[in-house]
């Protein structure tokens, strides 16, 4: 096999070995995708100062995020359905990411349970919850990730109603995957993946099977999951999720200034500049455009961590330079799991780190936690 030497040669694996369907799940945003695609193509518009004769010898990449030490400011982005990349994709994710010493994000609608993520790794993980309309549910998974010694609560605000992904709906893409001529053939054309699959009981939505009133049936799952978003969410929620997770709790989904203030004001300890990779509205700003508004906006006063098309160690150094403590990484860990499973991972995590490391020596920096606008060119 070639080496795999950038996140683009994962994507590319994985798009070999992950049935259709699920590699289109990933691979895809909402509507015409300009928002998706605005993602990546921005973070090329930075450009670097690169600087000469600074003694780069001794650097560091460790940081911080919501008080958590990182070897580097990349967290693994929550995302549903890892576990159809790969087999126990959560766990193995998980394990990469506590290998590395980054923290890892467990979705609401994974498909490794809380209790199984927590009882196939050590160190603490970070969940992310969506508020359903049944609270009670909500109530219990948020028990449940304390139980788990969960470090984080990552709340996600910005998906009370679902974008529209045209490749997923003529996939026919269902959880678990409906057994049609063309859903048979893109699983059977990738014997890796179907041996996997076959190996591991862990195929549904772990976190809701077993603890959702009312879901009878395996098949009924997902049907549930999709109408229990809850669009009445608001922040006098927040407020009660507030009070009910006394650990870190950071507000995934914020694009505007003002909503950063009212994140601020309701008590949390960070924000994540996101549109959900794309996913949500489309013709929303990219991420990184999106940031140095928010970053304006609420200062130091509330830690600003941000996401969307960071598919490079310099994507990362570029969000580091317009003021985001941390970022999250989605698709390029997607991407290595559905490639090489756990090692894959690990794979994604090494080259964003070289990638980071050496970007920011060549900016003249040894030390992460000191990089700033001035490591960019003005805009021309
Ligand atoms: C997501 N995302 C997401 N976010 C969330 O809060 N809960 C979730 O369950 C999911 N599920 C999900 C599935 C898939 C396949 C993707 C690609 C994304 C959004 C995710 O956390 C993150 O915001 C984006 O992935 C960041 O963009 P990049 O890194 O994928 O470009």
Redesign the pocket.
Known sequence: MTPVTCIEDLRALARRRVPRMFYD??DTGSWTQSTYRA?EADFQQLKFRQRVAVDIGQRSTRSTMAGQAVAMPVAL?????AGLQHADGEILAARAAERFGVPFTL???SICSIEDVAAHTHAPFWF?L?VMRDRDFVVRLIERARAAACSAL?L?LD?QIQGQRHQDIKNGLSVPPRFTPSSLWAMLSRPRWCAGMLGTPRRNFGNIIGHAKGVNSVAGVAEWTLRQFDPALNWNDVAWIRRLWDGKLIL?GVQDAEDAQLALASGADAIVV?N??G?QLDGAPSSIAALPAIVEAVGERIEVHM????RSGQDVLRARALGARGT?????F?YGLGALGEAGVTRTLEILHKELDLSMAFCGHTDINAVDRSILLPRT
């Open positions: 799940y990933v993602n982005a929550p995302t549903g359905m979705s609401t609608a992310q969506y990552v996600t998906l995934k996101s959900h990779g996913r996401d969307g098309g960071i999250y990484i989605g698709r390029a997607l």
